[in-house]
């Protein structure tokens, strides 16, 4: 196992405008490899959340399949927009009803204009019976027309860098999505390359 066996998607969450009313919505997914910030953490992992957003505002909770139990995260924050400006700023937490991983906690921050965006995570890694360690996590991504490309890494006591390039669409109502990952040995002890495919389901629930 990794010392940084990190988990997740989820800071995007938090982007977008203030919605007039509440607005809560579930979702369904599955990868054919997870990995989260450029690290592997589990082949054919399925995964499910559900989110509450109100007036910029918001909470949720999503869990994976990590073979070795769940991965269960918590988060929340606050998010908005100014012309092509927007702005967002929350709390993650990735727990674990196993032993695949100890618990990450987190501040997010992010912005972006136009088809750029910029987020940061400042945080804390319980680490089992080490010492707690710190992190930054760094991205810097532009999308258009469903193509992405991402290149991040992270500082402190975790270091390394990982490139991402993907498209996302929708196929008869499913989320669907295609990325290439590589990651340098610095990150995940030797270099890494992936392709994973994606495939997804969100439901208004209101």
Do not use: C, H
């Amino acid at each position: 196992m990794n010392t940084f066996s990190r988990t997740t998607l989820i800071a995007t969450f938090f982007l977008g405008s203030a919605v007039a009313q509440a607005d809560v919505s579930a979702n369904l997914g599955f990868a054919s490899e997870y990995y989260y910030r450029g690290i592997f953490q589990e082949s054919s992992s399925a995964s499910g959340g559900i989110d509450y957003e109100s007036n910029g505002f918001s909470v949720g909770t999503w869990a994976a399949d990590v073979g070795d139990g769940l991965e269960v995260d918590l988060y929340g924050g606050y998010g908005g927009e100014s012309g092509d400006f927007s702005y967002s700023i929350g709390f993650t937490g990735y727990y674990y009803t196993g032993d695949f991983d100890d618990t990450y906690q987190e501040i997010n921050l992010g912005a972006g204009y136009g088809v750029f965006s910029f987020d940061v995570a400042l945080g804390r890694y319980d680490n089992f019976d080490g010492p707690t360690l710190d992190y930054t996590y760094y991205s810097i991504s532009a999308e258009k027309n469903g193509f992405y490309g991402k290149y991040a890494g992270f500082s402190q006591d975790f270091e390394g860098e990982y490139v991402e390039l993907g498209y996302g669409t929708t196929v008869a109502e499913l989320d669907v999505g295609l990325s290439l990952i590589f990651s340098n040995s610095d990150l995940v002890g030797e270099s890494d390359e992936a392709v994973v495919f994606t495939i997804g389901k969100s439901f208004d629930i209101n």
